[in-house]
């Protein structure tokens, strides 16, 4: 089992970056798939980005390639979102997810998640 706490989220300016962070518990970190999810409100929890076990694949939802880069350090026992040139729809709570299996871009897939952090974008 593995928990998952998020952090870095906040107010920014259209045009702004923030990075994201999500601590993992446990000795078993590396074993994971690890994604992030966002959810705005009243819409549904949204596939935004996963990363291999060894960090050496990495899978962008189409609205945010190229603007957001996933990254982690086994190590540390941490995935990171580094999110720039954020634009006023990407304001949601952002979840990180832990996923025992291969790859999923589908929220009900992955076995763990985090309490979340809000991303406010202002235009």
């Known amino acids: 089992q593995v928990q998952l706490v998020e952090s870095g989220g906040g107010l920014v300016q259209a045009g702004g970056s923030l990075r994201l962070s999500c601590a993992a518990s446990g000795r078993t970190f590396s074993s994971y798939t690890m994604g992030w999810f966002r959810q705005a409100p009243g819409k549904e929890r949204q596939f935004v980005a996963a990363?291999?076990?060894?960090?050496?694949?990495?899978y962008y939802a189409d609205s945010v390639r190229g603007r957001l880069s996933i990254s982690r350090d086994n190590a540390e026992n941490t995935v990171y979102l580094q999110m720039n040139v954020l634009k006023p729809e990407d304001t949601a709570v952002y979840y990180c997810?832990?996923?025992?299996?291969?790859?999923?871009?589908?929220?009900?897939?992955?076995?763990?998640w985090g309490q979340g952090t809000q991303v406010s974008v202002s235009s």
């Open positions: 990363i291999s076990r060894s960090g050496g694949i990495t």
């Open positions: 997810a832990a996923r025992v299996a291969y790859y999923s871009r589908y929220a009900h897939e992955y076995d763990y």
